[in-house]
């Protein structure tokens, strides 16, 4: 083979390699498309949404050890998040956030009080929570361990979250959904 060839080909495999690890550490660290499966999150996200997930926003994960980056903030009540699901650790679920650590919280007549006081998110505010499942009986107060979150579904109709299987362990936390890129006619900002 003539060198000039073999030079094309070395400059060829070498830029597959580096786009490839370039790839991995955007996906690992920075930003990773997900696909929404169900309807437990309409109208935010339909079936067959594509979004990206901010992951360096809470502190992404770093593969084999149990560690993360320093984040840039903290989650907070009304982010959509996605993570590991804590009774599969090989699915990954998108919710709401709607409890703190540490907060005590109710789900009275269709609506969310966080420690004894109405929630006063316009987004969580505009939808109807069922009392369904263990941790969201009528009268129930429930304390949020620490390091720990409340999620529900904004279609409660039809959403298997915290009101069934409990409290997303921080953690679980892969990142924060910021946008649906497709199809086109959806794309936008989530909130």
Known sequence: MNPARKKII???VESIIIAFLLAMVIRTFVVQAFKI???????????????????????????FINKRLPALRQPK??????????????KDFIKRLVGLPG????IRNGTIYIN???????VLNQ???????NFAMEGQKLVIPKDSYFVLGDNSASSKDSRYWGFVPAQNI?????????????????K
Not at 40 to 62: C, H, P, W
């Open 37 to 63: 499966p169900t309807g437990s999150m309409r109208q935010t996200l339909l079936e067959g949404d594509l979004i990206l997930v901010n992951k360096f926003i809470y502190g992404a994960k770093i593969p």
């Open 174 to 190: 892969l990142g924060k959904a910021i946008v649906i890129y497709f199809p086109l006619t959806r794309i936008r900002i989530i």
């Open 127 to 133: 939808r109807y929570y069922y009392n369904r499942g």
């Open 116 to 122: 004894d006081k109405l929630v006063s998110d316009a």
């Open 103 to 106: 907060e005590t919280l109710e």
């Open 77 to 90: 009540r009304g982010d959509v998040i996605v993570f590991i699901y804590p009774e599969d650790p090989k």
């Open 10 to 12: 070395r400059e060829w």
